[in-house]
């Protein structure tokens, strides 16, 4: 076993020693096996949350009614679940009442896929009841059972598969894939907050390309907000080199590519129930890629910009435009790192300078003065010390 598993073993020794079986489950197992870098360490046991209360003094409720109770141990937080079987599903999604159970074959059964379905114990002994290890010793997305059935019992499990595919570059298995197309239409049953999520993490697997393409092919697009009738904007995506995209900068290529007029693109992304400062922030992109298109940065676009925001913007322009191998990006970089302010706030004036200077009281003035001291300090014209400012505002009798 290596970390951050060796960390939690102790949480699950207490478990053990009250009387009750907990074990890793999901994906942190899966990436285990797969070599990959582990994300959270989940645990799932038999002991039903208000027992894992008892057992451990830091708790946080986050999802009580699903089994869920957060643990912080030793600076860690580990999400520990109890063992559930979700036999009864509404209306095609997870059901709203689980049943707490003591059987851990059955919780590995509820579970979507067979390589998510593998519980590791604290010796690091593996229990694979649905041959989890196979399929990902063959790459294979596979349901845990009839494909068909899971994805009636919740159409989510769905668009999981094809974020996986994103992520681990595996096939979805035959009989997985065909249910897919069958009961894609189930997918209108799901809340947007949890396509989203999928969705997110489908657009920074590094099978993206393909991912997408399936999400072309099986319809599933004509489910996601503000999506369906745009197979041939979305097919526009495909044709560009994606592979280096951040999330946020697919997010805005999407909204690019889907040709969406400046004023809708917030509503679009609502839609999808981004957090407005993540709305935010694609806005700038695009606005900046906009005026890349027209012109080349200037310094104080640079600045205005900020560093993370343009090296999206021109990132995005390099790729629409076909651009490889080229140095522009380390070439703005090296303009920005030499702008003698990142900042508003590292001027060396404030509107309470201006006001002692020319002995007026405050008004729309000293923000119209204070922008002119910016403007001169990053075309040079002025040092920004206080002393050189107030010089110079003086010689221009900048009042
Ligand atoms: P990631 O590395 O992205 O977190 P993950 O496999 O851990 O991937 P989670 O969404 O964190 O995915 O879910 C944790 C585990 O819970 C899964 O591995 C799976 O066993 C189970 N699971 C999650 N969502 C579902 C679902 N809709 N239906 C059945 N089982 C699910
Ligand atoms: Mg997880």
Redesign the pocket.
């Known amino acids: 076993m290596k970390e951050p598993f060796l960390a939690a073993v102790p949480v699950l020794k207490k478990l053990e020693s009250a009387g009750f079986e907990a074990y890793f489950?999901?994906?942190?197992v899966?990436?285990f096996l797969l070599n990959k870098e582990i994300?959270?360490v989940?645990i799932a046991t038999s002991a039903t949350p208000e027992e894992v209360k008892r057992i451990f003094s830091k708790t946080v409720d986050i999802g009580i009614e699903h089994g869920t109770v957060l643990v912080l141990y030793q600076n860690q937080s580990y999400e520990i679940t109890t063992f559930r079987s979700e036999a009864e599903y509404e209306d095609y999604r997870?059901p709203k009442e689980v049943s707490f159970i003591r059987n851990l074959i059955e919780d590995l059964q509820?579970?979507?896929f067979t390589m998510?379905?593998i519980a590791m114990d604290k010796d690091g002994s593996l229990i694979d009841p649905f041959n989890g290890q196979i399929s990902i010793d063959n790459q294979i997305i596979q349901t845990v059972g009839k494909a068909a059935d899971r994805f009636q019992e919740?159409a989510?499990?769905m668009m999981?598969a094809v974020r996986f595919l994103s992520?681990l570059s595996f096939t979805i298995e035959k009989e997985t894939l065909n249910a897919l197309k069958d009961l894609v239409h189930l997918l209108s049953n799901i809340a947007v907050e949890r396509k989203q999520t999928e969705f997110d993490?489908l657009l920074s697997g590094v099978n993206r390309k393909q991912a997408l393409e399936l999400i072309l092919q099986t319809n599933i697009y004509s489910y996601l907000p503000g999506l369906s009738n745009q197979e041939d904007r979305i097919k526009l995506m495909l044709k560009y080199k994606l592979e280096r995209l951040t999330t946020r900068e697919m997010w805005a290529l999407l909204v690019y590519c889907l040709k969406i007029e400046k004023k809708a693109v917030e509503g679009f992304l609502r839609g999808w129930r981004i957090p407005l400062k993540e709305i935010r922030e694609i806005q700038v992109i695009l606005h900046y890629l906009d005026k890349r298109f027209k012109t080349s940065w200037s310094l104080y676009d640079l600045y205005t910009a900020t560093k993370e925001i343009f090296v999206s913007s021109e990132i995005l322009y390099l790729v629409i435009k076909g651009i490889e191998n080229n140095n522009s990006i380390q070439h703005f970089l090296q303009m920005y790192e030499q702008l003698p302010i990142k900042d508003r706030s590292e001027m060396d004036v404030s509107g309470n300078d201006l006001m002692d200077w020319f002995n007026k009281s405050g008004g729309p003035w000293v923000k119209e003065l204070l922008f002119k001291v910016e403007q001169a300090i990053l075309e040079g014209n002025v040092v920004n010390n206080k002393k050189n400012i107030k010089e110079w505002l003086m010689e221009c009798n900048h009042n």
């Open positions: 489950v999901g994906g942190s899966r990436d994300n959270d989940d997870r509820r579970r979507d998510n379905a919740d989510l499990r999981r992520q993490k």
